[in-house]
């Protein structure tokens, strides 16, 4: 597919085609590659985020018996934070940083919605159709989808539901910490996130290429906060 929409209409419009794709499943190797991708900003002015605010995004990847390795890209956002429109702002700094990667995982974590989505195909789902990559949502909260908290126990799902369809899941990753809300997104389905998020999480309540990734574009922050205000 194309770049990344510039414009709120464009953005409605690819994800109106995305959600109505249907690309194969993917099934998971014995011993897949994983990655995982996040951005933070540093915001000039208080509020939800606007454009041209310094950001920074980071990926890693974990490779059988290899050390793992992350990358970081730094840029601004390209746009106003908008509900349902995640991608415009974010989606171009995270394409960066997961092709600064050695290579691309099997499947990708994304700290994004994917099939919970006004148009159902949120930043998630709209990442991995344009990398080509499976992918999946992993958010502390759900857009719009409604669902019970699963039982405290490593490893208990309940479902998550849009307008009476299945788009992920509550996960508890670790007994006594809260869910994970876990998405369906590119070529994967709600059962499948489950499965690649308990694979990728260790003891920590984060998928570790995620985790790994968040601390790499917060550690690249910090390290230039020195430098954007002197």
């Known amino acids: 597919m194309g770049p990344w929409p510039a414009l709120p209409q464009e953005l409605v419009d690819a994800q109106r085609a995305l959600a109505d794709a249907a690309p194969p499943p993917w099934r ?33 990847l974990l490779r059988p018996e290899r050390p793992p390795v992350s990358a970081v890209v730094t840029g601004v956002a390209a746009a106003d934070y908008g509900a349902g429109l995640l991608a415009l702002r ?19 974590l994304v700290n994004a919605t994917g099939r919970d989505h006004p148009r159902r195909a949120g930043l998630a789902l709209h990442l991995g159709a344009l990398l080509g990559v499976p992918t999946v949502g992993v958010t502390h ?41 876990v998405h369906a997104a590119w070529r994967t389905g709600p059962d499948t996130a489950v499965e690649v998020v308990l694979a990728a999480t260790g003891r920590a309540r984060t998928p570790e290429p995620l985790r790994l990734a968040r601390q ?4 690249a922050r910090a390290g230039d906060k020195t430098r954007l205000w002197s």
Not at 31 to 57: D, H, I, K, Y
Not at 216 to 219: I, L
């Open 28 to 60: 998971a190797s014995r011993r897949p590659t994983l990655g995982g991708c996040f951005v933070c900003f540093t915001q000039a002015a208080p509020g939800p985020g606007s454009a041209g605010e310094p950001g920074w995004a980071g990926a890693a």
């Open 90 to 108: 974010e989606g171009p700094l995270l394409e960066a940083a997961v092709r600064a990667l050695p290579e691309l995982p099997d499947v990708l």
């Open 141 to 181: 909260r759900p857009l719009l989808a409604e669902g019970e908290w699963p039982e405290d126990e490593r490893g208990a799902a309940s479902p998550l539901l849009l307008q009476g369809e299945l788009v992920g899941y509550w996960l508890r990753t670790r007994r006594g910490a809260r869910p994970l809300a």
């Open 216 to 219: 790499a574009a917060r550690a």
